[in-house]
């Protein structure tokens, strides 16, 4: 079985849904025909300022949420990335065959200097050759994520490619693995912009994998569309569109049968039977998340278990890499 890795940053709160659109979901599906490393990325997370307890708790409730959702903890290694100190070794050495050029461009990185000006880290700058360093250390072939994550996936292929040339194929050069449709929900009062789980709490444009269905019903019906009234696919009218890609994921449906659901019908109604949709979906991960956030001893267990599993497959692909660049044996 080929090798997958995907990560997700233990920030905000519960995942959006535009995450589990988007990535989650898949990470599920993709478990029958891949080996999948699936990490908690808390290392990533403090590039951005935030506070000790509540990092600890957004971990284990994250672990947690993705058992919910259908991650299997015996086929597939889940962990938290701190944990295994080879993702910071590696990259710091693919730190030096990245160029500040590279990293320069990352649009990522201009949003997140933009939006915490008073926090432009070093860290910031290098997330994607940790990103990287998460991927190789895998040998993954494959990473499923989200559209915003695509130029982040062809520099971590940049990287593996130089560094396959210059010491031999040392790396698998990984390809990113994007849905067709979903790959980027975007924010519902503002449909311009990407559903980020980072938003906040007050943001009524997120809703997020564990808000009640009366919550989901307000948000969405409080979505902001457009001045007409016909329920149709446009890049024109973007937040219909958006609640088309939603429906259309939870139903299993094209977009243009998703269209056809809803012809002639108008914006309030469409917008509850979006709704409606998503909280049926949602509530049976939530209450398995419920079950499952409450036993301690049983995500202590899981992660003792794999914990070990991803550092054995990390430790030997460091020790080939220090090998190749030329560190005392
Ligand atoms: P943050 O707001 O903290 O930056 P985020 O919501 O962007 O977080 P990440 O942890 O960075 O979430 O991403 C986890 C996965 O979810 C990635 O694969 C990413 O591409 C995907 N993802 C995030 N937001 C969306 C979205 N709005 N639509 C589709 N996929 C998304
Ligand atoms: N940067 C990613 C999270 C992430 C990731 C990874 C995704 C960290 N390491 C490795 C895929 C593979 C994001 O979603 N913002």
């Known amino acids: ?44 997370a403090i590039t951005i300022r935030h506070d000790a307890a509540e990092l600890r708790k957004n971990c284990r409730d994250m672990l947690a949420f ?35 050029g590279e990293l320069s461009r990352m649009t990522q990185f201009k949003e997140k200097s933009k939006k915490h000006q008073d926090n432009i880290n070093a860290g910031l ?3 994607p050759v940790l990103q990287a360093a998460d991927i190789l250390l895998y040998n993954a072939g494959f990473v499923p994520v989200g559209e915003d994550q695509r130029q982040h996936l062809e520099l971590s292929r940049d990287i593996a490619i130089r560094f396959n040339n210059m010491y031999g194929d040392v790396f698998t050069v990984p390809e990113a693995l994007i849905p ?7 924010n519902l009062q503002d449909p311009s912009r990407k559903m980020s789980k980072s938003d906040g709490d007050g943001d009524q444009g997120v809703i997020y994998m564990l808000d009640p269905p009366d919550s ?35 139903t299993d449906k094209t977009i243009a049968e998703a269209e056809k659901d809803f012809a002639g019908v108008k914006y309030g109604p ?25 036993d301690s001893a049983y995500l202590d267990k899981v992660i003792a278990s794999n914990t070990p599993r991803a550092a054995a497959i990390a430790e030997k692909t ?7 660049i030329g560190f005392p044996l």
């Open 1 to 44: 079985m080929k090798t997958l890795f995907s990560g997700i940053q233990p920030s905000g709160g519960a995942p959006s849904l535009g995450n589990y659109v988007g990535a989650l979901r898949n990470w599920v599906k993709l478990q029958e025909r891949y080996f999948c490393v699936y990490s908690i990325v808390d290392m990533h």
């Open 66 to 100: 993705l058992i919910a959702t259908g991650i299997d903890p015996e086929a597939s290694v889940l962990y938290y990335q701190s944990a295994v100190p080879a993702h910071a070794e590696l990259a710091w050495i693919l730190n030096c065959y990245t160029y500040m």
């Open 125 to 127: 700058f290098t997330y």
């Open 180 to 186: 067709e449709s979903g790959a980027k929900i975007k």
């Open 216 to 250: 989901i019903a307000s948000k969405i019906k409080r979505a902001v569309t457009d001045s007409e009234s016909e329920v149709r696919y446009s890049e024109t009218k973007p937040g219909v569109s958006n609640l088309l890609d939603i429906y259309s994921v939870f």
């Open 270 to 294: 469409f917008k509850n039977a979006v709704a409606e949709t998503v909280a049926a979906a949602l509530s049976a991960i939530q209450s398995r998340y419920r079950e499952i956030s409450a």
């Open 318 to 324: 460091l020790k080939a890499v220090k090998e190749r």
